[in-house]
């Protein structure tokens, strides 16, 4: 298997990475080809090894210790693609972990508080906690400004009361960063970020959710949930603009993980189709197996430039990436399911049976296509960055 076939990388592409990017790509190529332990699924496990092997470091800005951006109060996007490229190679669980860390600490760079940068950062960059992002609602998915769960201020603090379901790290997380509305009569104006912790009075953690592929997530709920006015984070009002303007930094990302899945699976698929032979001789002999291995890395590579052009606009500092990051995100993510669907074609029957990789990268990669914006409203957010305004109609 060639080197370039064999890991995602940033020595080529190399107009859109700085010298400092490569030995990172390096590390998080190391772990995602070792040898995972058998039975060290644990969330917490993979924290540490994580931030053991220095990946944690693009999670956080560098006046925390994270790794130089441009900004040393931003992260860079460009760091972030190529360790989720690399884990998404390796392991879907490692891939959700390490996203997971930056996703639930983002809010937290953007909007807060010296103090609470101080108290939340440092540990997840240790991997000593984990982070959650939690948005998303039982009756709020897609059309997220419908969140219904409610922040009613109480003396000098607050009182949350709701339920939050698909929900990343639920259940592990040391800290959630909660989305509520503090003043439902001004829609999504009113929704404002809070940090809440598994031990706040009001806090339940209503059970896990089995998911196809291997992701800690479930459902979490608030009761009268306490939280003094420190946990606000940000101004009320703006927790829709700080969501916002995380999924926005981090939509690109979740192509990164699903270039590194496709990835995977054509390197499977070269090293399948030169060793199975069949009408005497190797299956990669016959056109229509070399058609699909030249469809699969052209679309891998169409997709990794989309990617790294939206995450090296955002580290050149473009305020909004959105276009992009959309094109990006949705791009990669439906030319990873083809990519996949096509090396389980190429594998045969074997391609079918659990645990061979092909097999498990076909049920990690689907659910990139659905979180964090699904495919249909990347189509939307594209054609409204496309039409003049008052072109596009009722959503
Ligand atoms: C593995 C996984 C991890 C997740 N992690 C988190 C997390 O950590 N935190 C969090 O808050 N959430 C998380 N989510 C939730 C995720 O963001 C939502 O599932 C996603 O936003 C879609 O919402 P929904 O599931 O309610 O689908 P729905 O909104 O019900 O959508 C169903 C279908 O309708 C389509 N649709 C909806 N509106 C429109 C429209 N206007 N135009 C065209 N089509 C439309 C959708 O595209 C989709 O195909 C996660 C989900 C998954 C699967």
Same mark, same amino acid.
């Given at each position: ?107 937290? /760079?953007? *909007?807060?508080?010296?103090?609470? +940068? ?5 540990? @997840? &960059?240790? %991997? $000593? ?14 059309? /997220?400004? *419908?969140?219904?769960?409610?922040? +009613? ?5 607050? @009182? &949350?009361? %709701? $339920?939050?379901?698909f929900i990343s790290?639920a ?38 959710i089995?998911m196809?592929?291997?992701h800690p997530i479930g ?177």
């Amino acid at each position: 298997m060639s080197r370039r076939a064999c890991a995602p990388s940033s020595d080529d592409l190399t107009f859109f990475f700085d010298p400092w990017h490569a030995p990172l790509a390096e590390a998080a190529r190391t772990l995602a080809m070792a040898p995972w332990p058998e039975g060290e699924e644990d969330p917490h496990a993979v924290a540490k090894q994580l931030a053991a092997a220095g990946l944690l470091r693009a999670c956080v800005p560098a006046s925390v210790g994270g790794l130089a951006a441009r900004d040393p109060d931003a992260i860079d996007v460009r760091a972030v693609c190529l360790v989720r490229e690399a884990l998404g190679w390796g392991s879907g669980l490692l891939d959700t972990i390490f996203a997971m860390q930056g996703l639930g600490s983002y809010p937290i /760079v953007l *909007a807060g508080t010296a103090a609470q +940068r101080e108290e939340y950062l440092p540990a @997840v &960059l240790r %991997g $000593e906690s984990l982070a959650a992002f939690a948005i998303t609602e039982p009756e709020a998915g897609t059309d /997220v400004s *419908a969140l219904s769960t409610v922040a +009613r201020r109480d003396g000098d603090g607050w @009182v &949350l009361d %709701g $339920e939050k379901t698909f929900i990343s790290n639920a259940g592990v997380a040391g800290h959630y960063v909660v989305f509520a509305n503090a003043d439902p009569s001004r829609g999504r104006r009113g929704i404002t970020a809070f940090i809440v912790r598994p031990g706040d009075p009001g806090f339940i953690f209503r059970g896990a959710i089995p998911m196809m592929a291997d992701h800690p997530i479930g459902t979490i709920g608030f009761e009268g949930c306490r939280l003094g006015d420190e946990r606000r984070l940000g101004a009320v009002g703006d927790g829709f603009r700080i969501a916002m303007s995380t999924l926005d930094a981090f939509r690109s990302t979740v192509g990164a993980a699903a270039l590194g899945m496709a990835r995977r699976a054509l390197d499977e698929s070269l090293d399948r189709v030169t060793k199975r032979r069949q009408f005497g001789k190797a299956i990669a002999e016959f056109q229509t197996v070399q058609g699909y291995l030249a469809d699969m890395a052209t679309e891998l590579d169409a997709a990794r430039l989309l990617v790294f052009r939206a995450a090296w606009a955002k580290d050149r500092g473009a305020p909004r990436v959105t276009l992009e990051a959309s094109m990006g995100k949705m791009f990669a993510t439906e030319a990873a399911q083809r990519v996949i669907d096509r090396a389980v074609q190429l594998h045969g029957g074997t391609g079918v049976v659990r645990g061979v990789a092909v097999e498990r990268l076909y049920r990690e990669v689907r659910a990139l296509r659905i979180y964090e914006g699904t495919t249909e409203v990347q189509r939307l957010v594209i054609a409204g960055q496309l039409l003049p305004k008052g072109a596009k109609g009722e959503a």
